[in-house]
T-cell receptor, first 116, second 113 residues
Framework: DTEVTQTPKHLVMGMTNKKSLKCEQH?????MYWYKQKAKKPPELMFV???????INESVPSRFSPECPNSSLLNLHLHALQPEDSALYLC???????????????FGDGTRLSIL | DAKTTQPPSMDCAEGRAANLPCNHS???????VYWYRQIHSQGPQYIIH???NNETNEMASLIITEDRKSSTLILPHATLRDTAVYYC??????????????FGQGTTLQVKP
């Protein structure tokens, strides 16, 4: 069991649909992350939030829109996705900065997204 | 962040120690070595990390060479449930900021009965 919870576990959507992925953690972490993982490839960073503010966007297309409404929640809003966006989307969290700056990230088990 | 090199795959007999190597010859003084693993259909799981001293926890031991150019993750008594992809990652300590993880291709460890 992980301490980072992602919902839904599986999502199938058409290219014209709008959907959202959700991530929740209650470890008091103030940094949260979205990663994308294609089949048989390593995870790749998409976004980083620090203290609920977007701090890193790895040149992700605008059809992916992240949101961090509070310190425990992270959303990824999806719109007009392409078939090549089918992947496992992973959320992670960690402590931030100072004496915590070497602390590890903790991952959820991901949402497996399929675009038809 | 420094690049890491790992063998693509390894086998280990159940009950024996699994020793997973990682080369990070360009590591700098403020960079930590992290190990994660990913079991099929799950998210990456943190195992251990270290700067220059050897580290041990309930899951594994991390041995870092004196010149810090390589390290070895040791699973002392491998079980079938340890079959996974193991990632060695070098990451700088970003004081006051969040550091991003750059995953390499990892080592697929197959534990066999």
């Amino acid at each position: 069991d992980t301490e980072v919870t992602q919902t839904p576990k599986h999502l199938v959507m058409g290219m014209t649909n709008k959907k959202s992925l959700k991530c929740e953690q209650h470890m008091g972490h103030r940094a949260m992350y979205w990663y994308k993982q294609k089949a048989k490839k390593p995870p790749e960073l998409m976004f980083v939030y620090s203290y609920e503010k977007l701090s890193i966007n790895e040149s992700v297309p605008s059809r992916f829109s992240p949101e961090c409404p509070n310190s425990s929640l992270l959303n990824l809003h999806l719109h007009a996705l392409q078939p090549e966006d089918s992947a496992l989307y992973l959320c992670a969290s960690s402590q931030v900065g100072g004496v915590y700056s070497n602390q590890p990230q903790h991952f959820g088990d991901g949402t497996r997204l399929s675009i038809l | 962040d420094a690049k890491t090199t790992q063998p693509p795959s390894m086998d280990c007999a159940e009950g024996r120690a699994a020793n997973l190597p990682c080369n990070h010859s360009t590591i700098s003084g403020n960079e930590y070595v992290y190990w994660y693993r990913q079991i099929h259909s799950q998210g990456p799981q943190y195992i251990i990390h270290g700067l220059k001293n050897n580290e041990t926890n309930e899951m594994a031991s991390l041995i870092i060479t004196e010149d810090r150019k390589s390290s070895t993750l040791i699973l002392p008594h491998a079980t079938l449930r340890d079959t996974a992809v193991y990632y060695c990652i070098v990451r700088a300590r970003h004081s006051g900021n969040t550091g991003k993880l750059i995953f390499g291709q990892g080592t697929t460890l197959q534990v066999k009965p």
